[in-house]
């Protein structure tokens, strides 16, 4: 994938997760609840950019945020 596009993805998650008021440790603990193996460290990564997402952490990152997928893909209108 483009890393401008993993940058801008990653930047929209932080700012979801932010507004849920939500800390990248609590983001892990509920993914992990849900069966995906990650940690806080990951949730950094992703939101700079630095790590691929898959297909099963953007569905339940949807989930846990309660958001859409315009708004992880897009930004936050």
């Known amino acids: 994938m483009n890393q401008e596009i993993e940058k801008e993805i990653g930047n929209n998650i ?3 997760r932010e507004i ?3 800390t990248q440790e ?3 603990a509920k993914l992990q609840l849900q069966g995906c193996d ?3 460290s990951a949730i950094a990564k992703i939101e700079v950019g ?3 997402l898959y297909p099963d952490e953007i569905l339940l990152i949807k ?3 309660n958001t859409d997928f315009d708004s992880i893909f897009y930004g936050v209108k």
């Open 50 to 52: 630095q790590r691929h």
């Open 63 to 65: 989930e846990i945020l």
């Open 38 to 40: 990650i940690t806080r």
């Open 20 to 22: 849920a008021g939500m």
């Open 26 to 28: 609590m983001l892990s």
């Open 14 to 16: 932080r700012k979801i």
